[in-house]
Structures are given as C-alpha cells and as structure tokens.
C-alpha cells in the first residue's frame, strides 16, 4: 500500500508571535490533541516529530481508536501517511505494529526502521517511503563482515538528500565475539527505493586511535549520531583503553574529537560523562556536542561547536534577563546548514513557571509561561528526545509543547527567511504583460536542484539570466535594470518557448556560480533578472524582467 495521504487531517491553524527581547516569530500549530484524523480517532498524544526544508512536515501521534493495536499513526503535512495495522506491499502480508526513527529529507522522502507483523521470526525493517530496504534475516553483502551473515535488528535510521539511508543495525558475524554485533552500515538508493550499494561505516572490533584499540560498542540513543550529504558520520563509541578498561568516545568518521578522561578545548578541565552526549553535524561540516567535563556540579556541563564552547552552564546571555543557564535537558542539540544550532536548557529563574527555553544560538526563541499561542500560553516545553528539531538548511524548527488549557500539540516556528523575493517593477512588453521572474528548488548550494524561471516574456525570443550583488533602478530599453555593475551573465542563451516561458537551472559547482569573484557562497544574498529580445515591443528592441533576490542556504 503506498504511504500516500490519503484523509485530510481537521486542523485549526493558530497563529500567533513569539515575543523576546530578540524580537519576534510566528507560530503555527500544527497537530493538536482532540484534532481528528478521519477514519481512525482523535489525535491523545504526540510521540514524534520532522521537519524539511520546504516545511513538509511528520508528527507521530497517538489517537482514541478502540483497538490500540492500529491507535498509532504519522501525519504528514496534516494527511494520514502511516498507520499501525496497514498492510504493506512488501513483505507479503507484513503489516505494520510498531514506528521507530521518523525522518524526511529535503526532496520529502522518508525513512524509517518499522516492527512488522505476519512477518515470522523476521519482523524488523527499514523503509524508503513505501518501499522495503532491508529486514532482519537478510544477508549482509557490505565487505567487512564474514560470509553469511544476516541483518537481527535495526536501530535509528537517517536519510540525506542524496537518497542515502544510513543506520545503526545489529548483525550476526560469528566472526565478531559475543551476540548482536553492531554497524553503522549505508545503503546508497537510486532515488526510486532500490538500493544500489552497501557500505560498512564502522563496526565493533574496529581499531581506532593512535594505539590501534578496537571498539567494543556503537552506543545507540536517538540523539548521539548524525550523518550528512557527503556521507560523514559523527557518533558516540565505547572503546578499549588497550588495558582492560574502556572509555566513550565521540568520532568524527576515524578521527577522536572527544574521549573521556583526556584533556577537552577548555584548560584544566578533561571530557567527562560521553555515554549520553547529543550532538549534530550539518553539511557544511560544522559540529555541535552537548556533554559534560571535570570540575564542579554547577558548570561541567557544555555545549560545544567545532571543538570551541559554544555555551556553557553558567553563562548568562542577554534574552535571560539577568539569570544562568542551569542545565541542557536530554533533547538534541542540532546544527543547520545555516550553522545555527538549536538547543534547550533550564535556567536559574527562581520563577520556574519561565525557567526552561528553546535557544537559536542566542535568542531564546519560546519559554515556557511566556511564550503564547493564539489565547493560550506554552506551560511546559518537551526538552527531551525528539522534542524539537531544525530543519538542515536552518529555516524551521519544529517542537513539541503542552499549553495551560492542558492540550499537547506540535508546533512549527519560522526562524530563517530562506524564500527568494521578486522586486522591481517589470514594465509590460509586446505581450501586453511584464516578464515574471520565479524559480523552483530550494535556494541551496547542496540541494543543487534551484531553478530560475521567466513567465509571460515573448514567445519564440532569445534571452539571458544574469546576476549581480546590489539592486539599482535604470532604464533601459522597453524596461529597467534592476541589478547595479559589476553583472555576470548565465549562459547558454536561452529560447523561450510558446507561451514565453524559460528556465534555467543553476550549477553552483562551475564558474561563474562555482568560483571567481562573482561566486555564490553560504549565506550569501544574490540579485537576479532576465535579459530578452523583443522587437515588436518598442524601437530599443529588447525588455527585463523584474528582479529575484535570493539567500543561499549551504
């Protein structure tokens, strides 16, 4: 059965604005508890939630229906995706009991790792979509693993944008001493669900460190490993010490970036506490760690980012009002492709009604008691696993909170204005309509599929995109110039086709849009326009459209 939607969900939109002393942002609701999913019950809990790009979205919920064997399902964008109890096209009459990891990638793919039924001994998978990866008792076909041996179990899946679905999974090696044996393995997709390769990342008894000792545990809570586009993983290992002991380490792909008891980035002060650390790595490479360090009760807990401290229990930023960070809860701590990173923490505001927050690097984005939602206030945030997440290129966050009317919800902020905006007036051309710009994609260096677009332009005429960094306003020809010099031109020339329209797809890997001085970097905000012929629209001959201003996520 496809995970198509397939039942509008009844929502109430709220609206309303997050005030602090950074300014404002709106919220809005998006599943409630009492809110109907059409065929199955009323929405009694949120478990699980996820957030694209684009602002597609997951929640796992909980619902009234009688038979609690089928009262779990994901919504996506507001529709049913997913139910306990459906049946799925693959494997034969496998129907789904239980969810597990929930993730959506900027193209709005989903991967999970599912608990099946009428599915024997066999009973755990992971999914593309609909569409079945793997599942416990199949054969492992990755190098580094001995001959026969087989898939047990799945735990925690991610999914990229280049289709790659990586997971933490158990085999059975005998190869490898004692019973589920864990992996990091990668399974690379030709984007329609059918895998095209295996890759072990790592696995216990692999050798690590300048003395060679092996790993002997992938530690596997939700928040304590993170994959990214370029297939770097960054996760937390129980290592030997080479003398009977052990101790947890954090790698970045084979490197140590943190290993307990060994000196941290800040003097006097050694790792401590990293078999429950969260962390993030983005795709630009950028890495955060929340986890603790020697020394006192009341600052040895850190945040870090790129091995410098990023904050610190104790510290107070200026949206505390004068109060401490007191601790970071056990939700993730997570960095978007922007490089901003979400975190939570409790603070020391003897008012513990508005003692606890979701940061945006530095501006407190909701707290508890102040924070409202239409006539209602947030009364508690959800500061553990999978209570909030930002999307990669740092434009949304999504949270889970309770409000003082007693109703759980899910709710989506607005934290990063990545949409391009048209400005400057086109004038009309022999159509008797201005040329619109548009595009397509997102606005992404990593995604690669961004698209410039023209409308309305003259049928069956030559044109040409180019771009530059400020605006201006100067006539030219039948229209104005809405880009100040120095200008770079797109090629290749391009033909409108009969109703006007145009597109081009930009590469950012080769010049001018790759390197040069007119190259698009992270961040970044670049202005657009479109160049065309048009003899019969006035003596000059040719026409503009209007003007595209676009910020570049990484």
């Not at 002393?21 to 699980?48: C, H, K, M, R, Y």
């Not at 599929?449 to 201006?472: D, I, S």
């Amino acid at each position: 059965m496809p995970m198509e939607p397939q039942f509008t969900l009844v929502l109430g939109a709220v609206f309303s604005f997050v005030l602090s002393a950074s300014g404002s942002a709106q919220v809005t609701t998006l599943v409630l508890e009492g809110d109907v999913v059409p065929g199955v019950g009323s929405v009694t809990f949120i478990d699980n939630i996820a957030i694209s790009p684009l602002g597609e979205w997951l929640v796992e919920a909980r619902t009234d229906h009688s038979n609690h064997a089928a009262n779990k399902v994901v919504l996506k964008n507001g529709a049913l995706y997913l139910r306990e109890g459906q049946v799925m096209d693959a494997p034969a009459d496998a129907t789904l009991v239980g969810f597990d990891s929930l993730v959506i990638n900027s193209n709005g793919n989903t991967a999970h790792n599912l608990t099946l039924g009428n599915a024997g001994p066999n009973d755990r998978a992971v999914y593309w979509n609909d569409q079945l990866i793997k599942r416990s008792g199949d054969l492992v076909t990755a190098w580094g693993f001995a001959l026969g041996t087989t898939f047990t179990d799945f735990h925690e899946v991610r999914l990229n944008d280049q289709e790659q679905i990586c997971a933490i999974v158990e085999v059975d090696d005998f190869a490898i001493p004692g019973d589920g044996d864990l992996a990091i393995i990668r399974w690379d997709t030709d984007g329609a669900g059918n895998v095209t390769g295996e890759t072990v990342l790592i696995k216990e008894s692999d050798t690590t460190g300048t003395s060679e000792v092996p790993i002997t545990a992938i530690n596997l809570n939700a928040h304590i490993w993170d994959f990214n586009d370029s297939g770097s993983f960054m996760a937390n290992f129980t290592m030997s010490t080479g003398s009977g002991g052990t101790n947890d380490i954090i790698l970045l792909d084979s490197t140590i970036i943190a290993e307990e008891s060994h000196p941290s980035p800040i003097a006097g002060r050694a790792w401590n506490s990293l078999d429950t650390p969260e962390l993030g790595l983005n795709n630009a490479g950028d890495w955060v760690l929340s986890c603790g360090l020697t020394g006192t009760s009341d600052d040895d807990q850190f945040i870090f980012k790129n091995n410098a401290k990023f904050v610190q229990e104790g510290d107070s930023l200026p949206d505390m009002g004068g109060f401490q960070l007191k601790s970071f809860g056990s939700g993730p701590v997570e960095v978007a492709d922007s490089g901003a990173v979400l975190w939570f923490c409790f603070t020391t505001n003897p008012e513990t009604a508005q003692n606890t927050g979701l940061w945006l690097d530095e501006t407190l984005l909701i707290q508890k008691g102040v924070t409202t939602v239409g006539s209602n206030t947030i009364q508690s945030l959800v500061g553990a696993i999978d209570g909030y997440h930002i999307d990669r290129c740092g434009r949304y966050v999504i949270f889970e909170a309770r409000l003082d009317n007693g109703l759980d919800g899910a709710f989506l902020v607005e934290v990063g204005d990545w949409d391009p905006s048209r400005y400057c007036l086109a004038a009309a051309n022999s159509t008797g309509l201005p040329a619109e710009i548009g595009w397509s994609g997102i606005a992404s260096l990593a995604e690669g599929n961004f698209e410039l677009e023209v409308m309305c332009a003259p049928p069956l005429q030559f044109g040409l995109f180019f771009y530059g960094e400020q605006e201006a306003l100067e006539f030219h020809g039948e229209g104005a110039l809405c880009i100040a010099a120095p200008l770079q031109r797109l090629y290749p020339v391009l033909l409108t086709d009969s109703s006007g329209a145009v597109s081009l797809s930009l590469d950012f890997s080769s010049p001018p849009l790759g390197e040069g001085p007119a190259q698009v970097t992270a961040g970044s905000t670049w202005k657009f326009q479109y160049w065309y012929r048009d003899p019969p629209g006035g003596p000059a001959g040719f026409n503009f459209s209007d003007g595209l201003s676009v910020t570049f996520c990484p």
